[in-house]
């Protein structure tokens, strides 16, 4: 077996954004969100489904999969690669649009339902050693939950460093396979969810038509493009700052600590700019 990487922005949308495997996030969303019994999720309406861009591998400005459940509630998830300015405040924002959009003109407020958020972050973004976290509007000081219909929910994948002999609760399946799955070549042992099973069949592309892999792999050049260009201009910020504290006659150790250019490039700086 050869597993795409989920993090990737058409494997995503295809593993949980697939109507005729539903029970992918079905189980997702029960195991992320801890729900049992009759508070389990047996069927949901995946609203944005999964479909090929209009331009190969073109990418979707929020990458997400969204759902209604049979009561209405709706289910934002979304795959977030790199931490991004303003990111906290979006999450806020999008919600809350998704949330009021629920409404047409005319209609009450008690038809609005719960939007549920779950965020996969491919970075650390709050304290704490925990890789799985739900935040809630609380009263400040009695901890009343009575602002019910937004619930923000967290996954950081470094947080999570689980062999796979150590898994031992479904979420941490999920996460495993999430962060995991493009470096496996089996489908782990003893797995009994159905939703995670099929999750690990539609990740491996030798299932995947010919588009697909293209879309795929195109996407996977396009976001090592991103990134190296991302560095580039890092590094020339970083230049300009270390060459305003060498006009400054700052030493060499000060300058790599605060740019994270080494001394030998530092030095390198400081020798042409006294040329």
Do not use: C
């Amino acid at each position: 077996m050869q597993f795409a990487d989920i993090k990737n922005d058409i494997a995503f949308r295809k593993i949980f954004g697939n109507e005729n495997k539903t029970e992918i996030l079905i189980s997702f969303l029960n195991a992320v969100l801890k729900l049992e019994g009759n508070k389990k999720i047996t069927w949901v309406e995946i609203t944005n489904p999964y479909q090929l861009p209009i331009v190969l591998g073109a990418k979707s400005t929020i990458l997400d999969v969204k759902a209604k459940d049979k009561i209405g509630n709706e289910y934002i998830v979304e795959m977030q690669v790199t931490d991004k300015i303003g990111f906290a405040k979006r999450v806020v924002y999008y919600s809350a649009k998704s949330y009021s959009a629920q409404l047409n003109a005319g209609e009450n407020y008690y038809q609005l339902k719960p939007t549920i958020f779950i965020g996969i972050l491919n970075f650390v973004f709050l304290e704490g050693e925990n890789y799985l976290s739900r935040h809630l509007i609380l009263d400040a000081e009695t901890g009343e939950h009575k602002l019910k219909d937004l619930d923000f929910n967290f996954i950081e994948l470094p947080k999570f460093n689980k062999t796979e002999q150590e898994l031992q609760t479904l979420v941490e399946k999920w996460v495993y396979f999430i962060k995991n799955a493009e470096n496996l070549t089996v489908i782990p042992a003893g797995l009994e969810d159905e939703g995670l099973k099929s999750a690990y069949t539609e990740a491996d592309r030798h299932n995947w038509k010919k588009e697909d892999l293209e879309a795929y792999e195109y996407s996977r050049i396009r976001e090592t493009d991103e990134v190296a260009e991302k560095m580039l201009v890092i590094e020339k910020r970083n230049i300009e700052f270390a060459k305003s504290m060498l006009a400054d006659n700052e030493p060499n150790e000060k300058i790599a600590k605060h740019t994270k250019l080494t001394v030998e490039q530092i030095e390198q700086l400081r020798n042409e700019m006294n040329q």
